[in-house]
């Protein structure tokens, strides 16, 4: 007898199979002539399978007449054509094993429709709802799409560390790593804490990114990609902002703005083209439950071009867009997420990269231009998400750097490693990060960040 997942079961050529089939009821529905229907569900697929129960099974009064939503069972039976709508198989029952009951007195997932926000409350039950299953399935595919995009482009899968002592993005948003007493640490004779005793012997750091290290490796191995959690410690409750997310950071030597761009542009599509291809079930679940304009997004992606615009033009554009933002627009403050989203759906229509921001407004390793007053920073907007891609051209001039380094008052001392490269056969390089979540977001419709990750961090989240 074979092990099939309701997956399998589906399909039209298991009929005949004789097949064990283990997972939770959905539901369980007694007819009239003497057996019970059961629909069960193992992850593997949006869809149910229907399993016949019959009267004579051993135990059928003593068990499976008890079954409600989330028991769990093993099903040993016959794949047999189904007339059913909606399912070309369903299983005859030889066996029903019961593993485990669900009192439905306190299961918390009744039949009803719950709302995002309870469901959050469950975080370690809501994958056994359809719509958790689904995205999971689907951020799966991206991780997936992701790693075979880089292999077949040549880049080299590079695990870069968690804890670090280097701020990459000079926000000031690091989470310390330390097995110092917070309220009592150890101090010098001057007063000042002593980090001589602390672990790392220094102040060390949750990462906020990869990819200072990333540019050590793409400066000898040519390209290279992390892909990995990181943190912020930044207090912004809203639909896209996680404390903890996982980013995809390719970093490459010989590439420059352009060659970024190219890269993100192609990276993108690859995902949807993916996602399109294997998730069509959970897909049309999105479109119809969550998000009616999912498809059609996502179909953009894959046909057009990204549209691209220099941050100055972009300036320009939003000026005279006539629309009322709620934040100024000016040249020299940062796009905030209501400009993002409106290049991106009401300007452009399709997923657009500004580029060449001010250099006042981005870190220290963004490469200068000509003007002087710009750096060689990349983003993509997509429609419905706003940033999910933030990259650059790095400065791989040793003195432009140090000035840089010092008009952020950053210690040079800190990162002579990082300036290293530049003393050491130097070389024109760039490289972005993704957001997976957003791309989840992008790909899925969900319309909150912390439903489309395992178990979201949040300020004041994190219980489970
Ligand atoms: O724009 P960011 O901060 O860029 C970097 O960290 C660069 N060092 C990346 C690089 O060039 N290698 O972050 C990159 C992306 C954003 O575009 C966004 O998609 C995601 O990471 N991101 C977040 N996602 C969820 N929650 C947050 N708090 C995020 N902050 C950034
Ligand atoms: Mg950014």
Known sequence: ?????????????????????????????????????????????????????????????????????????????????????????????????????????????QKKRHSMEKLREWAHLR???????????????????????????GFLYLNTPIITASDCEGAGEMFRVTTLDPA????????????????????????????????????????????????????SNTSRHLAEFWMVEPEAAFFDLEDNMDLAERFLKRIVTDVLANCEEDLDFFQQRIDNEVRDRLGKIVEGGFARTTYTDAIAALESSGESFEFPVSWGADL?????????????????????????????????????KTVRAMDVLAPGVGEIIGGSQREERLDVLERRMAEQDLNPDDYWWYLDLRRYGTVPHAGFGLGLERMVQFVTGMANIRDVIPFPRTPGNAEF
């Open 336 to 372: 905030q997420a209501e400009h993002e989203r409106y290049l991106a759906e009401k300007l452009h229509g399709r997923p657009v990269i500004v580029h060449d921001y001010p250099a006042s407004i981005k870190p220290f390793y963004m490469r200068v231009n000509d003007d002087g």
């Open 127 to 153: 994958p056994r709802t359809n719509t958790f299953g689904a995205v999971m399935r689907v951020r799966n595919q991206v991780c997936r799409s992701i790693h075979d995009f880089f292999q077949e482009d």
């Open 184 to 235: 009592n640490p150890p101090r010098t004779d001057q007063g000042e804490v002593d980090y001589t005793q602390d672990f790392f012997d220094r102040p060390s750091y949750l990462t906020v990114s990869g990819q200072l290290e990333g540019e050590v490796y793409a400066t000898a191995l040519g390209k290279v990609y992390t892909f990995g959690p990181t943190f912020r410690a930044e207090n």
């Open 1 to 109: 007898m074979d092990r099939l997942s309701v997956r399998q079961a589906r399909q039209e050529s298991a009929i005949g199979q004789q097949a064990r089939l283990q997972g939770w009821v959905r539901t369980r529905r007694d007819s009239k002539g003497g057996f019970s229907f059961l629909e069960l569900n193992d992850g593997t697929c949006l869809a149910n399978i229907q399993v016949i129960a019959d009267a004579a099974l051993e135990n059928y009064e003593s068990e499976i007449k008890h079954l409600t939503a989330g028991c769990s069972v093993t099903v040993e039976g016959q794949v047999k054509a189904s007339g059913g709508k909606g399912q070309a198989t369903e299983v005859q029952a030889a066996r029903v094993v019961v593993h485990g009951l669900a009192d439905p007195d306190s299961y918390p997932l």
